[in-house]
């Protein structure tokens, strides 16, 4: 059964920097189109990020410039650094194969707030 566990996620102050973590199982990361994804209160999900097989990171243009996507094949995980954050991005964030969002992990909560 695929796994994701996401985590990271923390409670910062607008301008602040934050890095999230997605640990998967059951299948290799480095061969899926790899995403996150975030859930604002009250709104649907709303697609951040995501990344190719060659590494190459596509992102909302909100974040463009302040959110960089990684991975570590060796280590199977997915990561975001998050900087100049805004309280607009405050939101549940979760890591997911953009091929099936239903399969996301639980998710982390980020909070941007002074």
């Known amino acids: 059964e695929v796994q994701l566990v996401e985590s990271g996620g923390d409670l910062v102050q607008p301008g602040g920097s934050l890095r999230l973590s997605c640990a998967a199982s059951?299948?290799?990361?480095?061969?899926?189109?790899m995403s996150w994804i975030r859930q604002a209160p009250g709104k649907g999900l709303e697609w951040v990020s995501s990344?190719?097989?060659?590494?190459?990171?596509t992102y909302l243009p909100s974040v463009k410039g302040r959110f960089t996507i990684s991975r570590d094949n060796d280590k199977n995980m997915l990561y975001l650094d998050m900087n100049s954050l805004k309280p607009e991005d405050t939101a549940v964030y979760y890591c997911?194969?953009?091929?099936?969002?239903?399969?996301r992990g639980q998710g982390t909560q980020v909070t941007v707030s002074s």
């Open positions: 990344i190719d097989s060659r590494g190459r990171g």
């Open positions: 059951e299948f290799r990361i480095s061969t899926e189109l």
């Open positions: 997911t194969r953009e091929s099936s969002w239903a399969s």
